[in-house]
């Protein structure tokens, strides 16, 4: 082999090294985000039994790694995010909200992280849902609310502001369901906040639409955005299902099914002034009456 072919020998082996050395590392990260065959076969071993079960699919997904976000006060204390919804001169403090009159209608902030909004003449809808329609697969009509809820948080502003620069979380609203009333042709949107594409709120938003014109919102929603992202050792899901299964025992419950386990996120506000967003999850089961909230920092069942 003349020194040409020697080089190019050599080359193609290096390739072939460092092709083999990125699908290596590709497979340990994964296998770091997955539980291996027999870890989840003794884990449905050990946690299955006297009519407990769990639905499988859960434990063979990719597992989620949560942080803890920090800094995010409360809005009542920042001017230049109330002034997007209303000038100062026309808002009003009242205790632990305050609201804010802007062209359209009016906001109430609160100070534990919900809010409302509603013009003068909202809609009023029927107290039942059933005839409601769902249509949160027509793409228009989502393109369309979600624009309109999005100018009503006013979402491109809020992260200019000089309370949300320091922020460094990827903050986004997400649409989960369109309904619309056929008797009074008002679209319902059922929406939450995201966090880097974490889940904030289990309650979520809801706004009520009509003639393209939101007239009415409420919810949670953190208008004063995280400054800190720190990372948590939290509870896992194996550790999770042992616990709702050690639950139930003691309750002499039987013969149900975790059919899902939620993520989301909920506000604590400490003792030092910071708030924090602590990550959650409710397990779900085949009865809808029966579920779990677990906070993943503490481990504990609440």
């Known amino acids: 082999m003349n020194v040409k072919g020697l080089k ?20 340990n990260l994964r296998n770091r985000h997955y539980y291996d065959s027999d870890t989840i076969e003794n884990a449905y071993s050990a946690i299955e039994d006297d009519g407990f079960g769990v639905a499988r699919g859960i434990l063979e997904r990719k597992q989620r790694r949560f942080s803890v976000y920090k800094g995010a006060y409360d809005i009542l204390s920042c001017k230049d995010i109330l002034a997007l919804y209303g000038t100062v001169a026309e808002s009003y403090s009242a205790g632990n909200e305050v609201s804010v009159v802007c062209e359209a209608g009016e906001f109430t902030f609160y100070r534990d992280g919900t809010f409302e909004y509603a013009v003068e003449s909202a809609v ?52 989960e369901k369109i309904s619309f009333d056929p008797d009074t042709s008002a679209y319902i949107v059922d929406a939450y906040q995201t966090f880097d594409g974490d889940r904030v709120s289990a309650n979520g938003i809801r706004f009520v639409s009509y003639d393209e014109i939101i007239v009415s919102a409420s919810g949670t929603f953190s208008f004063v955005y995280p400054t800190e992202k720190i990372f948590a050792d939290t509870l896992d ?38 708030r924090y967003f602590l990550p959650m999850c409710c397990v779900l089961y085949d009865r809808a009456d029966v579920f779990g909230i677990y906070n993943l920092v503490s481990g504990k069942r609440e």
């Open 124 to 175: 009023e809808l029927p107290e039942g849902t059933a005839q409601l329609q769902d249509v949160t697969a027509q793409r228009k009509v989502r393109n369309m609310l979600k624009q309109a809820v999005e100018e009503l948080l006013k979402m491109d502003e809020l992260e200019k502001c000089d309370s949300n620069k320091k922020s460094n979380a990827d903050v986004e609203l997400y649409i």
């Open 8 to 27: 190019s020998a050599i080359a193609a082996f290096l390739l072939l090294a460092n092709i083999c050395f990125i699908v290596l590392i590709a497979f």
């Open 237 to 274: 899901v194996i550790n999770i299902m042992l616990s709702e299964k050690k639950h139930f025992e003691e309750t002499d419950m039987k013969d149900i099914i975790i059919s899902e386990i939620a993520y989301f996120y909920s506000v604590y506000d400490s003792a030092d002034g910071n």
